[in-house]
Nanobody, 125 residues
């Protein structure tokens, strides 16, 4: 199993920026083999895909964050990052990093990912 631990997040005013990371450990395959994603969830709503990066470094984004968020993966440091710019109040949510080894499928579906971090809160006011 792989363990994922998010760090960063916090509170920011609208228009501001935040960056957080997800550190991976305990994996049975090399970190570079994982496809990684960021998801977010607000109370009463389903978890939604925000961004993903595959083994080749190709990225995908939800329409709501495209052009504002940037996902990156450092295979040497075993970390995943999400840079969030021009934040909006509707970006307020608990953010989770997730990992999977099986490629393909729909990157934005939470059920595609067996490994999850504990989440980090982002509040935009």
């Amino acid at each position: 199993h792989v363990q994922l631990v998010e760090s960063g997040g916090g509170s920011v005013q609208a228009g501001g920026s935040l960056r957080f990371s997800c550190a991976a450990s305990g994996y049975g395959v090399t970190y570079s083999e994982y496809c990684m994603g960021w998801f977010r969830q607000t109370p009463g709503k389903e978890r939604e895909g925000v961004a993903a990066i595959d083994r080749e470094g190709l990225t995908s984004y939800a329409d709501s964050v495209s052009g504002r968020f940037a996902i990156s993966k450092d295979n040497d440091k075993n970390t995943l990052s999400l840079q969030m710019n021009n934040l909006k109040p509707e970006d307020t949510a608990m953010y989770y990093c997730a990992a999977r080894t099986a490629p393909g499928g729909r990157w934005s579906r939470p059920d595609q990912y067996p490994y999850w971090g504990q989440g980090t809160q982002v509040t935009v006011s």
